[in-house]
Nanobody, 128 residues
């Protein structure tokens, strides 16, 4: 069983930056593919960014050029650096881990919520 704990959320003004962290425990991190999702009130949870076991990253079009996902395998931690934040980025941000489909096909399906096996509790990001 994998446990995910997010941190780093907060309130910022438009144009500001935040760095989210997600620490994973309970599994071999190198065998996980990691994704960041977000959910705003009244909206569906959507994929923001992902990173596979080889470090290859994928991004939603809405955050390309502003967000950067990275990982520190020694610390079993994935990060989401968010720059030039906009009010539309306001949401609860969730970290998720995928085991079953973490392979060559992952980049093509990283936004499929149902593929993910484990989820964190979420961290709130508010941009005003």
């Amino acid at each position: 069983h994998v446990q995910l704990v997010e941190s780093g959320g907060g309130s910022v003004q438009a144009g500001g930056s935040l760095r989210l962290s997600c620490s994973a425990s309970g599994a071999t991190y190198a065998r996980l593919c990691m994704g960041w999702f977000r959910q705003a009130p009244g909206k569906e949870r959507e994929g923001v960014a992902s990173i596979d076991a080889d470090g290859s990253a994928s991004y939603a079009d809405t955050v390309k050029g502003r967000f950067t996902i990275s990982q520190d395998t020694a610390k079993n931690t994935v990060y989401l650096e968010m720059n030039n934040l906009k009010p539309d980025d306001t949401a609860m941000y969730y970290c998720a881990a995928e085991v079953r489909f973490c392979g060559p096909g992952y980049p093509a399906r990283w936004q499929r919520r149902d593929d993910y096996d484990y989820w964190g509790q979420g961290t709130q990001v508010t941009v005003s």
